[in-house]
């Protein structure tokens, strides 16, 4: 099928402000936005530029704005997306070129709620920690997170208060404040209920709809905000 | 502008190997180190594996790590050097509880125990029927094993230049002396200067039209050994995965015959009953794809056309849903399907490189066959051959060998940086990679990168794949020295500074160029069928003559030498391979 793509466009070398570009391409329903846009740069303008690896949705590089929703590029298809389909950078990070934008804010927000297994205990020796399966499945749904800034390019909150920690840090947050083997949960809490924290989200979804990997982060984040609330209502 | 960093160790790609070495590094007191990945760590394709990492447990039922030993060695069509095969299935059981230790989500049996499953190749009591080794995490373990070893590199403090990619090497003295680095963002080059260097930058599936591969999976670590006079080792053995999505190449993990799925023909027969008796659907990947393409071959194709299907219908919905969600998703998204009740369109798909660079147990890269080492340089992953994995590897072997010998390399390097001084920097280190960028970068010349990477792609596919004769082999070699040539005329359209993804992807095919171009050379020469190198005129393995690895050395004039190197055999003497 023929089909239109309108991608923003900016080379901070030559232009001042982003501008928009018009491109044709013949496409199947069932490619991939991502194949539309490596058929624009492999025969019609290797200037365009964009992030991209694995093409199946599991590697986080080609988030962007699709029709104005924060999205992989290789998880949507032209048959949904099509036949016009605008192509923006992701909302909230300055915009490096094109379709790229600086990502290094939001690995530093993720890297703030300490993302790494607290636990002073030695491991036991020979064996591995115990877990049950139902302390296995507490955290699973947030263990699917592949970084790849669709949530919290799509929140609001984020969008009205740089500062904010942003969803996807909560995510990774929540995976270890409800693994069992994990002791840092007061940490993490502590920065999470800061006014830059949890109770900025204000329960609007965007998130969760924009999660290529269908994580509940709106749930994940109110599980974090009932555990601040709990824990302060318990000491 | 060309800046200059000094460190003791660089570890050069964020994968499951680099972030494993880095994560050993980090814990060496006064050591300055740094990883640079040309992703995000998070990014890269280990994040992509789905099955499990294997490893003798026994959590669910007797194993040993002999038996994982033997099964990889009877895996590897007998190529794979058994001293290190025994020390990786050693090694297997302790690394796999230290992952578990750093917080990976295993997983769990009813006990609470590292959950396991069955996996293609893996069987109890040498070869007698399967058993339960892959530790897994649902089905997206590669994803837990990067996320997990990012986030202990992370609490490690370790330093990252991340979206810098190496393009060089440096050598002096007959040493390591660094690495040159193209800063993305800024269009940059950096000099790493360093007393040790690891690559571990995975493989290079993209030489093929159909794989399971990144697409930056375009082998820059091998490429820049072999121009640097570094052989590379069994390139003519690549794996190809039976079940790529039909078209897409996606993997679609082992793990769904591990749970029970089969492979049906158009007749809805369970064809590999025919092909291996005992193991049927779980026989070692090279034979499942064959026996594919034979089945497409006999016309019993799914509709007439080159794909079969693969039947997750008997697993049940629960199972689908709780043990390989990720593939239901992907069957949900790209073919519309719930494989819970339908079958998935599957081909073979290029999967992963058993060949590469040269090294030993410890990391360490051996030029020949008396294991001269290149002071300073080291590999490990993909883009390393240990060789572990010989002629084909079992699945859930990759995991395992990035995460054993990303450990090990890394504990050498400690070693090594303990004991060396830096080499002095040769002058002017970045001079070859300035030149050769802007050669690309003002070529007059009209040829299309994309033009030249999907007939290279085709090529590969048709004449150096699953099955390959000696006037193919020789048809494909004529093609991509014409590739080459074409290549020298290419033409970057981007040329502004910042950010210039054009100019790398094309640097990039030059390094797929090269290594298709020594697949096919080595893929000719070797004149019998092993493991996943299987040749029409040359059908039977002929131990005599070809139980040793191939090395394949760069000449000046652009060709390739082969010389030989002999195969470790400990205790597993070569035997006909029959699952």
Known sequence: MKTLFRIQRFDPETDRAPYYREYEVELEPTDRVLDGLNAIKAYQDGTLTYRRSCAHGVCGSDAMRINGVSALACKTLVRDAGPKITVEPLLGYPVIKDLVVDMEPFFAQYRSILPFLINDDPPPEGRERLQSIEERERYDDTTKCILCAACTTSCPSFWANEHYVGPAAIVNAHRFIFDSRDQGAAERLAVLNQRTGVWRCRKIFNCTDACPREIRITEAIAAVQREILFRAVSS | MIQTHTFDALVVGGGGAGLMAARTLAQAAGLRMAVISKLYPTRSHTGAAQGGIGAALGNLEED???????????????????????????????????????????????????????????????????????????????????????????????TF????????????????????????????????????????????????????????????????????????????????????????????????????????????????????????????????????????RAGRGIDGKRYVHLDATRLGPEVVATKLPDIQDFCRTYL????????????????????????????????????????????????????????NRLGTNSLLDLVVFGRRAGRDMIRFCREADLAPLPPDPAGPTLERLEQLRSSKGDEVPARIRTEMQDVMMDNVGVFRDAAGLQEAIRRLEELRERYRYVRVQDKSRYFNTDLLETWELGCLLDLAYVT?????????????????????????????????????????????????????????RVY
């Open chain 2, 64 to 158: 040993h790590p002999e038996w994982h030993a033997f099964d990889t060695v009877k895996g590897s069509d007998y190529l794979g050097d058994q001293d290190a095969i025994e020390l990786m299935c050693q090694d297997a059981v302790e690394v796999v509880l230290e992952l578990e230790h750093m917080g990976l989500p295993f997983s769990r049996t009813e006990d609470g125990r590292i959950a396991q499953r069955r996996f293609g190749g893996h069987t109890h009591h040498f070869g007698q029927g399967p058993v339960r080794r892959s530790c897994y995490a649902a089905d997206r373990t590669g994803h837990m094993i990067l996320q997990t070893l990012y986030q202990q590199c992370i609490k490690a403090g370790v």
């Open chain 2, 336 to 391: 519309g399907i719930d494989p819970a009740y339908q079958p998935i369109p599957v081909q073979p798909t290029a999967h992963y490189a058993m060949g590469g660079i040269p090294t030993d147990v410890d990391g360490r890269v051996v030029l020949d066959d008396v294991k001269t080492v290149l002071p300073g340089f080291y590999a490990a992953g993909e883009c390393a051959c240990v060789s572990v994995h010989g002629a």
């Open chain 2, 161 to 296: 230049f991340d979206e810098f990619q190496v393009l060089d090497l440096v050598l002096s003295e007959g040493r390591v002396a660094g690495v040159v680095a193209y800063q993305i963002r800024t269009g940059d080059l950096h000099i790493f200067h360093a007393k040790a260097v690891l690559f571990a930058t995975g493989g290079f599936g993209r030489m093929y039209a159909v794989t399971s591969n990144a697409l930056a999976f375009t082998g820059d670590g091998p490429a820049i050994a072999f121009r640097n006079g570094v052989p590379l080792e069994d390139m003519e053995f690549f794996q190809f995965h039976p079940t790529g999505i039909y078209k897409l190449g996606i993997l679609i993990t082992e793990g769904v015959r591990g749970e029970g799925g089969v492979l049906r023909n158009n007749e809805g027969e369970r064809f590999m009953e025919r092909y291996a008796p005992t193991m049927k659907d779980l026989a070692s990947r090279d034979v499942v794809s064959r026996a594919i393409y034979q089945e497409i």
């Open chain 2, 520 to 576: 096919a050379t080595c893929a000719l020469n070797r004149t019998e069928s092993r493991g996943a190198h299987y040749r029409e005129d040359y059908p039977a393995r002929d131990d005599a003559n070809w139980l040793k690895h191939t090395l394949a050395y760069r000449r000046e004039d652009g060709g390739v030498d082969i010389r030989y190197k002999p195969v470790v055999i400990t205790r597993f003497p070569p035997k006909e």
